[in-house]
Nanobody, 123 residues
């Protein structure tokens, strides 16, 4: 069984910073792309930023220059440094990862989701 465990959300004032963390644990062979999505109030879940195992980053234009994604493959972890937070960044942030898991005879890759962590930007 594979789990993604997130931490680091909370309440912050506009212009403040938060750092999200997500660690993959359980029985798996390899972690591929890891990243973050968010669901703002009244909106659909949207991509914020992802990072492949080779370091290629795909990010939402709304966060470029403010948010930085990084990963530590030795720890099966992905991090998200969020600076200059704005009220419109308020959302539940979800960790996502494509993970290769073993079967009795082979393996397959699927995506997994964390439980979500609330980020609220308000004065």
């Amino acid at each position: 069984q594979v789990q993604l465990t997130e931490s680091g959300g909370g309440l912050v004032q506009p212009g403040g910073s938060l750092n999200l963390s997500c660690v993959a644990s359980g029985n798996f062979l390899r972690v591929y792309t890891m990243g973050w999505y968010r669901r703002r109030p009244g909106a659909r879940r949207e991509l914020v930023a992802t990072m492949t195992g080779g370091g290629i980053i795909n990010s939402n234009d709304a966060v470029k220059g403010r948010f930085t994604i990084s990963r530590d493959d030795a720890k099966n972890a992905v991090y998200f440094q969020m600076n200059n937070l704005k009220p419109e960044d308020t959302a539940v942030y979800y960790c996502n990862a494509d993970i290769n898991v073993p079967t009795s005879q082979s393996s397959y890759t699927r995506d997994f989701w964390g439980q979500g962590t609330q980020v609220t930007v308000s004065s």
